[in-house]
């Protein structure tokens, strides 16, 4: 069936390091959306793509579209303590219901 | 305005007892999704409300799993005989219309323990 991997499933940076997920979907995607989690919280959303090979950023984020649509990721220059919590990815299972990834948890050393 | 609201945020019940989760969707949005998130997994998805249409139970774990939304609005989630593998976070969230292009509202979500 239609799967969505995600990785790595945890990511340990220095604040200031870069980090990056990754998501790969089994079929062509129409779109893909991203949503972070913080600790006890619940999910967020921060964007949707939809074009191939789309790039867009929000200040320190920037998230891509491959150029097949079957693949995304999720780039943050320069990590502050704000960015701590799980970011998923999230496409279409049909015409309303959505596919989601395990997540990556970005985790800040101390 | 206001976001989904969801109650209670958290809940102790003994095994075998039923419980009633309730979630109030973003004014104005008719598609309504339940969601359960075991500690650290990601989301599962359980049923799928779209206006007054028959709801999509295809996520649901088992039948002692019901939901309904009733006036197009309001939802609650039963679970019945509680197990303790029923343990976990339970997220409520709504979209303005059908179609997977439109951004999920979630809920603070209902905290789950089965004892």
């Known amino acids: 069936g239609q799967q969505v991997m995600q990785i790595p499933q945890y990511q340990h940076v220095q604040e200031g390091e870069d980090f990056t997920t990754y998501c790969n979907s089994s079929?062509?995607?129409?779109?893909i959306q991203w949503y972070k989690q913080r600790p006890g919280g619940h999910p967020v959303f921060l964007i949707q793509?939809?074009?191939s090979g789309e790039v867009k950023k929000q200040k320190r984020l920037t998230f891509q579209f491959g150029e097949a649509k079957k693949n995304s990721s999720l780039h943050i220059t320069a990590t502050q303590t704000t960015d701590v919590g799980t970011y998923f990815c999230a496409g279409p299972k049909s015409n309303y219901q959505l596919i989601w990834g395990a997540g990556t948890k970005l985790i800040i050393k101390p | 305005g206001a976001g989904v609201s969801q109650s209670p945020s958290n809940k102790v019940t003994e095994k075998g007892k039923d419980v009633e989760l309730r979630c109030d969707p973003i004014?104005?949005?008719?598609?309504l999704y339940w969601y359960r998130q075991s500690l650290g997994q990601g989301l599962e998805f359980l049923i799928y409300?779209?206006?007054?249409?028959?709801?999509?139970k295809s996520g649901l774990p088992s039948d002692r799993f019901s939901a309904e939304r009733t006036g197009g609005s309001v939802s609650t989630l039963t679970i019945q005989r509680t197990q303790q593998e029923d343990s976990a976070v339970y997220l409520c969230a709504s979209s303005l219309a059908q179609g997977s292009r439109y951004e999920q509202y979630f809920g603070p979500g209902t905290r789950l323990t089965v004892t």
């Open positions: 079929t062509t995607l129409s779109n």
């Open positions: 004014s104005g949005h008719t598609a």
């Open positions: 409300f779209q206006g007054n249409s028959a709801p999509d």
């Open positions: 793509l939809v074009k």
